[in-house]
């Protein structure tokens, strides 16, 4: 059974920093591929960043381009996310999944409909 745990959420001034992790667990996700969404209330779900386990390429989206970091640590399967430069607008809870379908194809890896597992989420409160 697949389960992701983000942790590494809080609240942080404007221009600062956070680093999110997302320890996998219950598969061998060398074929995987990790992405990162957030979602605001009563908005829909926004992809944030992606990497390919294997080869660790990465994709990232417009907002964050720039700004956040993906990477992934094989020794301990975990996922993580650094965010700089902080800014109001990135308030949000912030998702962690896993497509275990692993076709790297912006069209289909910046789609939260083709993740099949996701974390329980993260709160990042960005205050002004």
């Known amino acids: 059974q697949v389960q992701l745990v983000e942790s590494g959420g809080g609240l942080v001034q404007t221009g600062g920093s956070l680093r999110l992790s997302c320890a996998a667990s219950?598969?061998?996700?060398?074929?995987?591929?990790m992405g990162w969404f957030r979602q605001v209330p009563g908005q829909e779900r926004e992809f944030v960043a992606a990497?390919?386990?294997?080869?660790?390429?990465?994709y990232y989206g417009d907002s964050v381009k720039g700004r956040f970091t993906i990477s992934r640590d094989n020794a301990k399967n975990t996922v993580y996310l650094q965010m700089n430069t902080l800014k109001p607008e990135d308030t949000a809870v912030y998702y962690c999944?896993?497509?275990?379908?692993?076709?790297?194809?912006?069209?289909?890896?910046?789609?939260?409909?083709?993740?099949?597992?996701w974390g329980q989420g993260t709160q990042v409160t960005v205050s002004s």
């Open positions: 990497i390919r386990w294997s080869g660790g390429s990465t």
């Open positions: 219950g598969r061998t996700f060398s074929s995987y591929i």
């Open positions: 999944a896993a497509d275990r379908g692993g076709s790297w194809s912006v069209l289909r890896l910046t789609k939260f409909q083709v993740y099949d597992y």
